[in-house]
């Protein structure tokens, strides 16, 4: 019999067919099923009862490992709040992003997005463990615009055995004796805030906003799980942020990093724990000198320094809010190291004075020069 010549176009019609079906067997062998959020965020339901029915975390809640979705972060300087320990995380709903509006204003982020924030201190007495004192959310119900704030607030407060978190409205207090770093015992009333009271800092303009995801607090590095990386360009690559950030970004610096430079230190620490009031539409725009932006604030009269007191304080006869080289008469040294409601600085968030936050104010005030 005479061998028979097989055209070429079967020969290769078959070849691919082999290949095809191999590849798919590999394919189907090598199949790794893409990981879905269990998050459970139903704006006609929230804010829910309890803490864990949105299961932002896995496993015992008080262990917050975030579930699949939910990323950790932290700004550049973090708000000072009575030495608590904060765990800060964001979710998204899945296939939306966030976008990019400036380095000063926060990330635009969308509807049905969640801020969860973690207040906790290490140490506490008589036991030597870590408590969870509470947890507030965050969550985008609607766009912002004239009708809508777009946020509310939602304040979890955790139970004894710290097992769950339910929901409270009122404010209260917790008394709390923890260990600090100097190992010095320190003993307060924690204050819970109500929800009310959180429109009191996230307030602009009537609307509530939150605070720390500004492209200035986040263009810093931060150890996840999987590594140390930039927390802007992690939520790029997760799919959280729209990749259409500026090649450059004026970013805020760890206060506590005496690397950088004295200037950046202050206005940093000013930024976190002042601005969201001192701005225009925030609770303290009255005070129309007084501007604490990261990105007003190179402007040194923005910070008070040579410009006097719009209220009168304690001690001090109209004297200026920073004067230069004279920490006797500088009216926010006054402010920033009081416990009378009537006059600490900030407000609402702490009972006690940041004893770290007044040297570094202390010595940035002694570095300014003579006024004019």
């Known amino acids: 019999m005479k061998n028979k010549i097989v055209p070429i176009s079967i020969v290769v019609s078959v070849a691919m067919l082999l290949t095809l079906v191999f590849s798919c067997a590999s394919d189907k062998d090598e199949y790794v099923p893409i990981e879905v959020s269990p998050v459970v965020v139903n704006l006609a339901e929230v804010p829910y009862a309890n803490l864990s029915q949105y299961q932002f975390f896995k496993g015992e809640i008080k262990n917050q490992q975030p579930s699949y979705g939910v990323i950790p972060y932290k700004p550049a300087s973090e708000l000072f709040t009575d030495y608590a320990l904060k765990n800060r995380f964001v979710w998204l709903p899945n296939g939306t992003k966030a976008t990019y509006t400036s380095d000063a204003d926060i990330l635009k982020l969308p509807v049905g997005s969640a801020l969860i924030k973690t207040f906790y201190y290490n140490n506490v007495q008589p036991s030597n463990t870590t408590k969870i004192i509470e947890t507030r959310v965050m ?202 409601p009537n006059f600490r600085m900030p407000r609402i968030g702490r009972t006690i004075a940041h004893q770290e936050g007044i040297q570094l104010v202390t010595e940035w005030i002694n570095s300014l020069p003579p006024c004019n």
């Open 139 to 340: 969550i985008k119900i609607t766009e912002e615009n004239e009708e809508t704030d777009g946020w509310i607030f939602a304040e979890y407060v955790w139970n004894a055995d710290q097992t769950e978190a339910t929901l409270q409205t009122q404010a209260s207090t917790i008394p709390i004796s923890w260990i600090d770093q100097n190992s010095t015992t320190q003993n307060i009333d924690y204050q819970i805030p109500s929800t009310n009271q959180c429109k009191t800092c996230h307030d602009n303009n009537g609307k509530s906003r939150p605070i720390g995801i500004k492209p200035q607090h986040l263009n810093t590095t931060f150890p996840y799980s999987t590594g140390t990386k930039n927390q802007l360009a992690k939520w790029i690559e997760f799919g959280y942020l729209e990749n259409n950030l500026p090649a450059t970004i004026v970013s805020m610096v760890d206060y506590k990093d005496t690397s950088k430079s004295l200037d950046l230190r202050v206005r940093s620490y000013f930024d976190i724990n002042c601005a969201h009031c001192h701005q225009e539409g925030g609770n303290a725009e009255y005070m129309q000198t007084i501007r604490m932006a990261f990105n007003q604030t190179s402007i040194p009269s923005n910070m008070g320094v040579c410009v006097p007191g719009d209220i009168q304080v304690p001690g001090f006869d109209r004297g200026l809010i920073v004067s230069p080289n004279n920490t006797n008469e500088s009216t926010i040294l006054y402010l920033l190291s009081t416990n009378s």
